[in-house]
């Protein structure tokens, strides 16, 4: 039972475009989605977050919006950078257990020249 | 400031041996979690602790067992090791919000 679903394992994107990832949930439990990067042989990297209470986060050329009603949120890139090619993993904390998280399977952002 | 470190970084191991992964902090996180991550499954949970001395099991705990002796050290140990334990490991920590620190990873491989 996969409660974080990203549904495309990949993404291409030209750069200076807008990239947008996918991510939906089922359990209404969750109060905190964060957004995490992957680089090749790294460990993940803190992207950006946002709490069950808001609708949008927004940091630089990274903006979070969530959909509760819908159980979905999505990670915007603008603009979309070379560097930005990685696999980004949504992830949802479920109030009261520890702050463990709960991953999505991952998409592989491609930006290209 | 290391942030969050793994030992060792690659092991090749035969079904059947043992081995012990070291993960270090020196953010002086409580928090500290073991994942693994498998080719088209995200990470998962294997064990966390929420404190020194504290440890539980998370999502997929079989075939390892954790110790936290120390605050800033967890390691996972694998008693018997298998071909289905072939993973990526990672280590995270926090200090109990949401965002965790993670670790470069261990790629462990079981023949």
């Known amino acids: 039972d996969q409660q974080v679903k990203q549904n495309s394992p990949s993404l291409s994107v030209q750069e200076g475009r807008i990239s947008i990832l996918n991510c939906d949930y089922t359990n209404s439990m969750f109060d905190y989605f964060l957004w995490y990067k992957k680089y090749p042989a790294e460990g993940p990297t803190f992207l950006i977050s946002i709490s069950s209470i808001k609708d949008k986060n927004e940091d630089g050329r990274f903006t979070v919006f969530l959909n509760k009603s819908a159980k979905h949120l999505s990670l915007h890139i603008v603009p979309s950078q070379p560097g930005d090619s990685a696999v980004y993993f949504c992830a949802a904390r479920d109030t009261g257990t520890a702050s463990k998280l709960t991953f999505g399977t991952g998409t592989r952002l491609q930006v290209t020249l | 400031n290391a942030g969050v470190t793994q030992t060792p970084k690659f092991r090749v191991l035969k079904t059947g041996q043992s081995m012990t992964l070291l993960c270090a902090q020196d953010?002086?996180?409580?928090?500290m979690y073991w994942y693994r991550q498998d080719p088209g499954m995200g990470l998962r949970l294997i064990h966390y602790s929420v404190g020194e001395g504290t440890t539980a099991k998370g999502e997929v705990p079989d075939g390892y067992n954790v110790s936290r002796l120390k605050k800033q050290n967890f390691l996972l140990g694998l008693e018997s090791a298998a071909p289905s334990q072939t993973s990526v490991y990672f280590c995270?920590?926090?200090?109990?919000?949401?965002?965790?620190?993670f670790g470069p990873g261990t790629r462990l491989t079981v023949t």
């Open positions: 995270a920590s926090s200090f109990g919000r949401a965002e965790q620190y």
């Open positions: 953010m002086n996180h409580e928090y």
